[in-house]
């Protein structure tokens, strides 16, 4: 059976980490590596972590340089076949995800995987409120600003070793260059798996208003520009209306 890798990363999560580590826990699906990367937490995100250190696999808990820079430790200590990444604020929507996710695998032409993500209310995971739909998404969107849910990406240990890390220049934006170099640059295979897998709190780091927004999509034209995309600011601001009417097809 081939191990998946799901990584963590985490800082002063106490409030919601307990969540994702019993969601991880809870699969069917037996072999997993759970690495945790915390930046040196100062509330309770460790004595949680610790009432659950028999189902995680390694911890690592020291200052780093952002949120990517953790998400690299981790992937390089990961020796799983596939790597995921599920972060604090996030937890898979039921306890078959990675067994399904690992079947899609079986096919070897197939080296990643997307789905669908629910964005739910930070209190209440029960509360949805939008639908991040992957089917809508094709390369062909990248100069858009478009990307698949990236809690929702997994993919291949070896693309990883192959075609480098995220860019720890970018504050909220490496996903997307990451998977802009991959599927559209080096031809990274994927295949969307059509069903919702991933439930994500509001208000994570690329949603803190109007000035984090135009950092992001700064840092997305910087993406597309770096890897020979043509695209410009006006460009990005195409996708407005559609998330608009993701959040009003719930209300």
């Not at 799983?80 to 067994?99: A, E, F, H």
């Amino acid at each position: 059976m081939k191990k998946i890798s799901i990584i963590t990363v985490c800082y002063n999560s106490g409030r919601t980490i307990r969540d994702t580590i019993i969601s991880i826990m809870s699969q069917d699906y037996v072999n997993i590596e759970h690495i945790i990367v915390d930046g040196g937490s100062s509330d309770d995100t460790l004595s949680v972590i610790e009432g659950y250190k028999d189902g995680i696999a390694k911890v690592i808990s020291e200052p780093d340089d952002g949120i990517y820079d953790a998400m690299n430790k981790g992937i390089s200590i990961a020796t799983g076949d596939v790597v995921g990444i599920l972060n604090s604020d996030d937890v898979y929507c039921d306890n078959g995800v990675l067994s399904r996710v690992m079947a899609e695998f079986e096919d070897q032409a197939i080296d990643s995987i997307y789905a669908d993500l629910k964005i739910v209310s930070r209190d209440d995971t029960s509360k949805e409120i939008r639908i991040y739909d992957s089917k809508k998404f094709d390369i062909s969107k990248f100069r858009w600003g478009w990307m698949p849910p990236h809690p929702t990406f997994f993919i291949r240990k070896r693309c990883y070793d192959q075609f480098g890390l995220y860019k720890t220049d970018y504050k909220v934006a490496a996903d997307f260059e990451l998977l802009v170099r991959y599927l559209l640059c080096n031809g990274v295979s994927s295949k969307r798996l059509p069903r919702t897998i991933v439930k994500m709190r509001d208000g994570g780091a690329s949603n803190r208003g109007v000035f984090w927004k135009i950092h992001q999509n700064r840092e997305i034209v910087k993406a597309c520009r770096e890897n020979n995309v043509y695209t410009n600011l006006l460009m990005m601001t195409f996708k407005v209306p559609f998330k608009l009417l993701e959040y009003i097809s719930f209300r």
